[in-house]
């Protein structure tokens, strides 16, 4: 199978497990395309987005992943982490009274 191919598959399948919320399985795949093609940006911000699912914070998928990417593609992955998770402990609190659908809190929380 050519690597173009092999690519197309294993983003293909991490779409798939990520559609499934297997976000390991799904990184696994995204880490196949990378490994095939360094510069495939969207594999690693694919990469980040499962770990942002899995829970890692910030700086743990930062750390993961940034030493593996060119630092030409820091900037664009480092957009896609910020814009991915909540970065202040008020936006974090705000978003958990949204889930539990505690209006009022929210609402608090919001002005």
């Not at 990469?47 to 993961?64: D, F, K, P, Y």
């Amino acid at each position: 199978m050519s690597t173009h191919l092999q690519i197309q598959h294993h983003f293909s399948q991490g779409q798939l497990c990520f559609s499934q919320q297997d976000f390991a399985a799904a990184i696994e795949h995204f880490q196949q395309c990378a490994l095939l093609m360094p510069s495939l940006v969207e594999a690693w911000e694919n990469i980040a987005v499962c770990m942002a699912n899995q829970g890692l914070t910030h700086s743990e998928i930062q750390a993961a992943i940034f030493p593996q990417v060119s630092s030409e593609h820091h900037p664009k992955l480092q957009h896609k982490i910020n814009a991915l998770l909540i970065n202040t402990d008020a936006e974090r609190a705000y978003q958990t009274a949204l889930r539990k659908m505690d209006l009022e809190l929210s609402l608090k929380l919001f002005s």
